[in-house]
């Protein structure tokens, strides 16, 4: 049979019929999988808890005609409880799980994608910082493994380099005040400072700030993923 294994972090599950489950995978080496998981909804199921929300699996695979069909399923990561009993860190990997959904294509093998999400979800699991700020950086991240790396240091339009006071998502970063289209918002240098720690994983930094500058840098954030993503994230606007 056609079949091929894959470590997987699973993104989002769908009912189907009285007992199965489609799932929305994404695989290390074959990028965005769906696939049928039968029979997991029931009580007697081997590896029905191994599939829910952001575990990591192991998984065996059957290439099916329009949905491959899961096998079998070793567990790799047990993330999905600690975070679902937590209703920020759930929110928070809901985004994250959303924005990998959009960024990577099936067919699309990203395995840099795959192991920053699962660090992700493994932090957030953990509870080693703020669910919003591991939220965040994660964002920053894999927007930038995907082409859109946000401009911090020099102004996104002209390049000219310094501290800058507005911020544009259209642009791609700061903007210097030159280049600044009417209305582009001001960004503080505390919250640029904050903005710049997510993006390079410089967690004592990230740790230290105050809940105003997290809040202001998420904003930051939370618009230039929107806006790079083309479409709302939906567990953004559940913060």
């Known amino acids: 049979m056609p079949t091929y294994r894959d470590d997987a972090v699973v993104l ?11 799932l ?25 808890a191994r599939l829910e929300p952001f575990m990591a699996v192991d998984a065996q695979l059957y ?25 920020d860190r759930f929110t928070a990997a809901n985004a994250m799980a959303e924005a990998a959904e959009r960024l990577v294509g099936e067919g699309d093998p990203q395995p840099q994608q795959f192991f920053l999400l699962v660090g992700a979800l493994r932090s957030l699991s953990r509870a080693e910082h703020d669910p919003g700020a591991t939220r965040d950086s994660y964002l ?15 102004c996104a339009r002209c390049g000219l380099a310094g501290t800058h006071g507005r911020f544009s998502a259209q642009a791609g970063g700061v903007v210097c005040e030159s280049c600044a289209p009417a209305g582009t918002p001001r960004a503080d240098p505390d919250t640029l400072g904050v903005l710049a720690a997510l993006l390079e994983g410089d967690w004592p930094t990230v740790d230290d700030a105050d809940r105003a500058t997290l809040d202001r840098a998420s904003g930051l954030v939370a618009a230039y993923a929107q806006f790079h993503l083309e479409r709302a994230i939906r567990s953004l606007g559940r913060r």
């Open 12 to 22: 989002r599950t769908h009912k189907l019929g009285e007992a199965d489950r489609i």
């Open 24 to 48: 929305t995978l994404l695989t290390r080496q074959h990028g965005k999988v769906r696939a049928v998981a039968k029979g997991v909804r029931r009580t007697s199921s081997k590896f029905g």
């Open 63 to 87: 290439i099916g005609r329009s949905l491959d069909i899961v096998q079998q399923v070793d567990q790799l990561g047990a993330y999905g409880a600690a975070i679902a009993a937590d209703y």
């Open 140 to 154: 920053l991240r894999a927007l930038g493994l995907s082409g859109w790396t946000v401009q911090i240091d020099a």
